[in-house]
C-alpha cells in the first residue's frame, strides 16, 4: 500500500488536487440530476406522455 502514495509533495499535491476536481464533478453532477430529472417527469406527464397511476 505504501507504493501507491507518492513520496514527493508534488505528486501529493497534484493527486489531491485530482481527487478534489473529480469530488466536485461529481457533486455537480448529482445535483444536476436531482434537479433535472423531476423536472424532466413533470414535463411528459404535463405534455400527457407519462402515465399517472
Known amino acids: 500500500m ?3 502514495i507518492p513520496q514527493d509533495d508534488a505528486a501529493a499535491d497534484a493527486l489531491c488536487r ?3 476536481r473529480m ?3 461529481l457533486v455537480v453532477v448529482m445535483a444536476t440530476c436531482l434537479v433535472g430529472f423531476p423536472l424532466f417527469f ?3 406527464i404535463y ?3 407519462g402515465v399517472v397511476p
Open 2 to 4: 505504501r507504493e501507491l
Open 18 to 20: 485530482r481527487g478534489e
Open 23 to 25: 469530488a466536485t464533478a
Open 42 to 44: 413533470a414535463g411528459l
Open 47 to 49: 405534455a400527457g406522455v
